[in-house]
């Protein structure tokens, strides 16, 4: 059973790890769009009926557009998922990568609450590093209180 149990751990770290880098790398793959690309792209959506997709549109490249939070953002990714996937810093990969996972299971959950794949996808993954963080809190567990002297 443990050996059972170490295998899932083990798989689970390499799919989180590897979604990570794959989101990581993805975010240098495509060139930055103009600020004039991102209003004419916006402008296409300005009915009252798309307001999700323009909120999506103006989020993401607000990101792109400040210079440097989209690249830090890959760079975390690529960096948190590697050491998801290295068996000594698993558990810090872990750790460091629970505000971007839980970033992304949110995003997904207030801008696109009718794509019900993505929010499984994303609730999943969030879960899964939950679930690898909660496994270890034996490391951590004693930072939560600390007995007054």
């Known amino acids: 059973m443990k050996k059972s149990i170490n295998i899932l751990v083990i798989a689970c770290r ?31 959506f300005a009915a009252p009926e798309k307001v999700n997709t323009l909120q999506k549109i103006l989020y993401i490249n607000g990101a792109k557009q400040t210079g440097y939070f989209w690249e830090v953002l890959g760079i975390c990714e690529l960096l948190f998922g ?51 963080v909660m496994r270890e809190k034996e490391k951590w567990k004693h930072l939560l209180w600390i007995k007054p002297i």
């Open 14 to 44: 390499l799919f989180l790890g590897g979604f990570m880098i794959y989101g990581g790398i993805q975010k240098f793959n495509k060139p930055m769009p103009e600020p004039i690309e991102v209003v004419e792209k916006a402008q296409k």
């Open 82 to 132: 590697l050491l998801l996937i290295i068996q000594g810093t698993g558990f810090i990969g872990a750790l460091f990568l629970l505000p971007i996972s839980l970033h992304i299971f949110l995003f997904h959950l207030f801008l696109e609450p009718d794509d019900i794949e993505e929010l499984v996808q994303t609730g999943a993954l969030f879960a899964i590093n939950i679930g690898l």
